[in-house]
């Protein structure tokens, strides 16, 4: 059964800066693109990066362009988010997603919240 | 940007009737690059269509997704109560994913 488990989400001040986790299992982890999916309060669904198999290709959204980086470390299975220079406006609950060009298995989220 | 618009924005529906749910696109987009989903509260989102019209394993085929070039459908052809839900369309392209704004499907 393919499981994505995300950790590392919290209450960081702006400005401040969080290293999100994704745990795959399941499915043979470095054949596939990753990619990260934030949803704020209330909102819709927002892109934030994807990775490919062999991180040969990365994307980022406009939005935290700059700021975020995507990682991950086949070994262990795991996908990474690196979230610097943090606003209110990355309060949001992120999933890690696999898949490409849809993404057909979804975390079930960590809640970032961006507030003094 | 592709830009993707969801409409209606809200639905209201009984079940056992037909949903239509509408996403355009303000530029072109490859059949094979649109997919939907389903989200319920609290939960995350969950594939329905990809490439425009193929179910996702799993997917009920009361499900059905349909256009091409600027203009997609998703259609439920009658409505369980399970499926009152806010749904996604998604498109994939040079420039990452872009979602619409969502559907919101709720029991009339």
């Known amino acids: 059964e393919v499981q994505l488990v995300e950790s590392g989400g919290g209450l960081v001040k702006p400005g401040g800066s969080l290293r999100l986790s994704c745990a795959a299992s399941g499915f043979t982890f470095s054949s596939y693109s990753m990619n990260w999916v934030r949803q704020a309060p209330g909102k819709g669904l927002e892109w934030v990066s994807s990775?490919?198999?062999?991180?040969?290709?990365?994307y980022y959204a406009d939005s935290v362009k700059g700021r975020f980086t995507i990682s991950r470390d086949n070994a262990k299975n795991s996908l990474y988010l690196q979230m610097n220079s943090l606003r209110a406006e990355d309060t949001a609950v992120y999933y890690c997603?696999?898949?490409?060009?849809?993404?057909?298995?979804w975390g079930q989220g960590t809640l970032v919240t961006v507030s003094s | 940007e592709i830009v993707l618009t969801q409409s209606p924005g809200t639905l209201s529906l009984s079940p056992g009737e037909r949903a239509t749910l509408s996403c355009r696109a303000s530029?072109?987009?490859?059949?094979?690059?649109l997919a939907w989903y389903q989200q319920k509260p609290g939960q995350a989102p969950r594939l329905l269509i990809y490439g425009a019209s193929s179910r996702a394993t799993g997917i009920p085929d009361r499900f059905s997704g349909s256009g091409s070039g600027t203009d997609f459908t998703l259609t439920i052809s009658r409505l369980e109560p399970e499926d009152f839900a806010v749904y996604y369309c998604q498109q994939y392209g040079s420039s990452g994913y872009t979602f619409g704004q969502g559907t919101k499907l709720e029991i009339k």
């Open positions: 530029q072109s987009v490859s059949s094979s690059y």
């Open positions: 997603a696999r898949g490409m060009p849809s993404l057909r298995y």
């Open positions: 990775i490919s198999s062999s991180s040969s290709y990365i």
